[in-house]
């Protein structure tokens, strides 16, 4: 964030860690000394082949039918073997989990040459594990592909905190570990199971939709754009028709509606008299910015995505979206678990605590007690 005082990431094109201007002139001396070493190239040099318990999967899962290849004409199976290319660079090399590892050996570069912790201040290191994220919308949660993925970051983690051991001392460091969202099975390997999945496209539909407006209101361009379930009206046109919003809003909630995977098409701005259950309101809202926000969100059935039917998608309401794990580690941590509803928004609140300092004023989490010190 702007706070921060220093942010990089894996460039495409070169293969190395980047920063921006807004917090550097120019790369830090430590930052191209670690480039000097071509890491990815080095990992680049070996085939990615599973760990043998990663195979133990059934062969449903492990069918090609349910993942995305990921390298064009090649099928979606052990072994990767993943080159850059004049076209994407190094982009696959996100998909491997050697772009994990390449992660822990830049954090632990960043750790020893900005002696974070080591100067009487409280530092927070923020480390992006992405590779599980692009493994997962690949070839999907079922996949061999994403088990080996998991087994070899734990590996990873057990080399970060061994170093974190070394550099700040055994429990003299605070870790907490979570994620942005989780991810439904791959659509078509649910189908296999017999169970009720499959896939929508709103994102090729936008010219159908806005046709089926024109031909109701004569008037082309009536619908932006779509994202994320949203779909983003020309209110501006709508208003220069004379005709109430709510009128077009409906008529397209009813075009929505002959989808049968939908099952819900609110408009945004009424969502507090949709009959929803609560939870399902309340995380809707939590989303929604007016200035941003589209006009009428949509819900489909549980287990649809939109995207195909192969890897898999997020960003519904259902609990294979939602529910991720959070695990807190080391400096005045007690031992233990809860098996109650948590949020990530929790976070913020309970480090603030943890630390005496003042909450962030937009925090909406509460502080997790269990893991305060007695």
């Known amino acids: 964030g702007r706070s921060g005082n220093g942010a990089f990431w894996f460039d495409d094109s070169t293969g190395n860690m980047i920063s921006s201007s807004y917090y550097y002139r120019e790369l830090p001396e430590w930052v191209k000394q670690f480039n000097q070493q071509k890491l990815t190239d080095e990992y680049l040099k070996t085939a990615w082949t599973p760990l043998e318990h990663s195979i133990h999967i059934s062969s449903s899962a492990q069918n090609e039918k349910h993942k995305h290849p990921l390298i064009s004409g090649k099928p ?181 509606l002959n989808n049968p995977e939908v099952v819900h098409a609110i408009p945004l701005k009424q969502l507090h008299k949709a009959v929803l259950p609560a939870m399902y309101r309340d995380r809707i809202a939590a989303g929604y910015y007016q200035r941003r926000s589209g006009d009428i969100q949509v819900i489909l059935k549980p287990s649809y995505v939109d995207y195909k039917p192969q890897g898999t998608e997020h960003g519904s309401l259902f609990n294979y979206d939602t529910r991720v794990p959070l695990l807190w580690y080391g400096w005045r941590v007690p031992a233990g678990k809860s098996f109650r509803r948590a949020h990530v928004t929790d976070i913020a609140p309970t480090l603030s605590q943890m630390l005496y300092i003042d909450t962030p004023g937009a925090a909406a989490g509460e502080v997790l007690t269990e893991i305060m010190p007695q």
């Open 76 to 256: 979606a199976r052990f072994p990767y073997q993943v080159q850059p290319n004049p076209k994407d660079g190094y982009k696959k090399f996100r998909y491997l989990p050697a772009a994990n590892t390449y992660t822990v050996q830049f954090a632990e570069w960043l750790l020893q040459h900005e002696q974070l912790g080591k100067q009487g201040n409280t530092d927070m290191l923020c480390i992006s594990f992405s590779a599980t994220d692009y493994a997962g919308h690949e070839f999907g949660p079922q996949s061999p592909e994403v088990a080996d993925m998991y087994l070899r970051l734990d590996r990873d983690l057990a080399s970060l905190l061994q170093y974190l051991d070394q550099h700040a001392g055994a429990g003299e460091y605070l870790v907490f570990l979570t994620a942005d969202h989780a991810a439904p099975y791959s659509p078509s390997y649910m189908a296999d199971q017999n169970l009720s999945a499959g896939a929508v496209n709103f994102y090729g539909m936008d010219r159908e939709v806005d046709q089926f407006l024109q031909k109701k209101f004569g008037v082309p361009g009536l619908l932006v754009d779509y994202y994320g379930f949203q779909f983003f009206l020309n209110n501006q046109k709508i208003d220069s028709l004379k005709i109430p919003r709510e009128v077009v809003y409906d008529t397209l909630i009813q075009y929505l």
